[in-house]
């Protein structure tokens, strides 16, 4: 039982290390949308 539980939370980790390394790329889109959201809400605001 022990055996099956190490292996689940080893493959846990391997699928988070893998979508931490995807984010990596699509953080500046990120930065970007964010940026212009700001945008966006400051101009509403005027």
């Not at 689940?8 to 940026?35: H, M, P």
């Amino acid at each position: 039982m022990f055996k099956k539980f190490k292996t689940l939370v080893v493959l846990g980790l391997a699928i988070l290390s893998l979508g931490a390394l995807s984010a990596c790329e699509t953080i500046e889109g990120a930065g970007r949308d964010i940026e212009n959201a700001g945008e966006s809400v400051q101009d509403a605001a005027n």
